[in-house]
């Protein structure tokens, strides 16, 4: 029986739901991974800067706030059979989006660091970028909601 190919990817916000993640997997070890094949997590691997490959599905935790973080993003999604927004800021954009919500004076404040790290205006949620197919909210994610949808695509294969 051919692996499930997965993905975690993480982008812009607290990684609190890579850490939920790290410890289910200390629960789950050995029935995930005799199922799974983690092809990009870099949570998992000292290197994971190859080229993004095909995923049966690609989690994706964190708001977009760059022009380079929407690239891979896009990348990922042409990669993804499945993509599972996870948490809060992948999600509905909170609370990494918070400044998108500045007084003009705020925003003047803060301009030369969005400038220096080449940062979008606004913080986008996933789905401003890319169709999701699946979402898992919370801050961090509702781990039953993410272990009901791991047991099903479990079951499925």
């Known amino acids: 029986?051919?692996?499930?190919?997965?993905?975690?990817?993480?982008?812009?916000?607290?990684?609190?739901?890579?850490?939920?993640?790290?410890?289910?997997?200390?629960?789950?070890?050995?029935?995930?991974?005799?199922?799974?094949?983690f092809v990009h997590a870099r949570v998992l691997r000292?290197?994971?800067t190859k080229e993004i490959q095909h995923m049966d599905i690609a989690f994706v935790e964190g708001a977009i706030s760059s022009?380079?973080?929407?690239?891979?993003l896009k990348k990922i999604r042409q990669q993804a059979t499945t993509l599972v927004a996870i948490g809060s800021c992948a999600v509905t954009g909170a609370p990494s989006n918070q400044r998108n919500f500045f007084k003009e004076n705020q925003t003047v404040e803060i301009k030369e660091i969005l400038a220096k790290f080449k940062y979008k205006e606004k913080v986008l949620k996933l789905s401003d970028v890319v169709k999701v197919d699946v979402v898992i909210p919370g801050c961090p994610m509702n781990e039953q909601i993410f272990l009901d949808l791991m047991n099903k695509v479990l079951k499925q294969q």
Do not use: A
């Open 46 to 48: 000292k290197d994971d």
């Open 67 to 72: 022009d380079t973080q929407e690239k891979k």
């Open 1 to 37: 029986m051919p692996k499930i190919r997965i993905g975690w990817f993480t982008f812009t916000c607290c990684e609190d739901s890579t850490i939920i993640f790290t410890e289910l997997l200390n629960k789950h070890y050995k029935e995930w991974f005799e199922r799974l094949e």
